[in-house]
């Protein structure tokens, strides 16, 4: 719902800090033209010593646009694994990169059905067997065998439009599809 002000402007309708107009046009720009959905994401990482590494995020591609980023995601790991504990693991990050994606969908979705959040928190974990990871026992994953999370939410929403904008998340997430069905995966080596 559009306001409009004393001198006769169009505000943008903004619920939770989301401009509701602005992701109604992206739908529109990207339902006009599937050229127009075509995202490339692509980061680098260089090895700084140890456990740590720098990873660099220079840019995404966005249909026929490369809209440029500059951001540096540091990683360690903790003592305990051969790490400085100074920033966190790549698995702290794993689970941080679903909890952002699914939380993106959460504050969009109630924004969308004009609900207003007073709370949203989310809370994932999950448990590795080092036997894996360490190559000590070749019947051991060396990852998760299960991801759990919880949502905790609170807002002016019924508890129906709440598991409306819940199964939205489950079904149109990004990185809750990759973390939950197996995706193909293409390696090189380059030595130098």
């Known amino acids: 719902m559009q306001k409009i002000s004393n001198d006769t402007k ?31 994401w692509h980061v680098s ?3 700084k010593g140890g456990t740590r590494s720098d990873t ?8 026929n646009e490369y809209i440029k980023k500059d951001f540096t995601i540091q990683i360690d790991e903790p003592t305990e694994l051969g790490g400085t504990n100074k920033y ?13 994606c699914i939380m993106v969908g959460y504050v969009v ?4 059905e004009g609900i207003e959040l007073e709370d949203l928190r989310i809370e994932t974990e999950g448990d590795i067997d080092l036997r894996g990871f360490l190559g000590l026992d070749p019947n051991v994953k060396p990852g998760y ?11 002016n929403g019924t508890p129906q439009q709440f598991q409306k904008v819940h199964e939205a998340v489950c079904a149109t997430s990004p990185n809750r599809f990759n973390i939950a069905n197996a995706i193909k ?8």
């Open 45 to 47: 990482s260089l090895w």
């Open 145 to 155: 065998d299960k991801i759990r999370y919880t949502v905790h939410i609170k807002g």
């Open 109 to 112: 979705g109630c924004s969308m």
């Open 185 to 192: 995966l293409d390696s090189k080596l380059v030595v130098e």
């Open 88 to 100: 966190a693991n790549p698995q702290e990050y794993l689970l941080a990169a679903l909890n952002g």
């Open 56 to 63: 660099r995020v220079k840019g995404y591609g966005f249909g």
């Open 10 to 40: 169009i505000e943008p309708a903004v619920v939770n800090g989301i401009d509701t107009e602005g992701v109604k046009a992206l739908i529109g720009h990207v339902a006009k033209d599937p050229e127009n959905a075509n995202t490339h």
